[in-house]
């Protein structure tokens, strides 16, 4: 079924630019499912295309795993200590709601290449969803397992290691998943402002010389780089958290058990 809704979104997609439909839409200059199916079998025979899709995904995985470690860090520090909270909570929150995208400029300024500057705004964009959800599922955590810790001569190492870090580990991933999606927006908005090279670069050139087939190509590549990347945080995840009990998927209720006959 995944496969055919797949077919059938590129079928609509063909029909709405053969037939020209210009309604509230236009499709009329629209390039067609087979111009772009065309225009990336000939791009993946050529060198630039797999080197633009090498650089932007080794920004986002450097990015992306800075901001998983420091998020996952200082989303534990702010929940567990008072002080932490009270030196950093304040300046954390001023600059959450800034889009990372916005930071373009300051890269700029302060780094003295583009690379570390389009790394830095990929580290932002995926820092902050991992920081809160992090610092929310530590300050969910009930009490009484670390009672439990203490009780048995545990120490506050113990604590962490054995208590915070498991038990907070699904909301953990809950936004590591949200984090590499938004690096992927915004490292692509960052090789489009200030890259020389890379996916979103290549896309914003093709559009520029109007080679709109080349432009759904990197739209095309933009989507399954994310979508790959995403399925692997979301499987690593699982293999995690497999001793959490998994509910029904398929939806079809679980059979029930029979009760043993009494005598």
């Known amino acids: 079924m995944r496969a055919g809704s797949l077919l059938a979104a590129l ?22 499912a087979t111009d772009v199916v065309r225009e990336f079998a000939d791009r993946l025979g050529t060198g630039a295309y ?28 702010i929940a ?22 916005a930071l373009v400029p300051v890269a700029i300024l302060m780094f003295p290449s583009n690379e570390q500057g ?19 599922a530590v300050r969910a955590l009930a009490p009484v397992w ?4 203490l009780t048995m001569g545990g120490g506050r190492g113990r604590i962490l290691v054995s208590v915070v870090l498991p038990g907070a580990l699904p909301g953990i991933l809950g936004g590591l998943s949200v984090g590499i999606g938004v690096s992927w927006i915004c490292v692509i908005s960052a090789e489009m402002i200030s890259g020389a090279y890379g996916v979103g670069y290549r896309t914003w050139q093709d559009y520029t ?23 692997a945080v979301e ?27 009494t005598p």
């Open 118 to 136: 389009i790394i830095f705004i990929t580290f932002t964009a995926a820092f902050f969803p991992v920081m809160v959800s992090t610092r929310h």
């Open 80 to 101: 567990r200590s008072p002080l932490v909270s009270d030196l950093l909570g304040p300046v954390l929150e001023v600059c959450r709601p800034i889009p990372a995208i």
């Open 235 to 261: 499987l690593a995840g699982r293999r995690l958290t497999r001793w959490l009990p998994r509910t029904e998927t398929t939806g079809r209720p679980a059979p029930a058990r029979k009760e043993a006959a």
């Open 146 to 149: 670390e009672e439990a810790v």
């Open 209 to 231: 010389i109007v080679d709109y087939p080349g432009v759904f190509v990197g739209m095309t590549t933009i989507g399954m780089l994310g979508w790959l990347t995403s399925t």
């Open 11 to 32: 079928g609509l997609w063909q029909l709405l630019t053969a037939l020209d439909v210009n309604l509230w839409l236009r499709f009329a200059q629209f390039p067609s």
């Open 50 to 77: 797999w080197q633009d899709l090498t650089d932007s995904l080794s920004r986002v995985l450097t990015g992306f795993a800075l901001a998983a470690v420091l998020g996952v860090a200082v989303g534990t520090a």
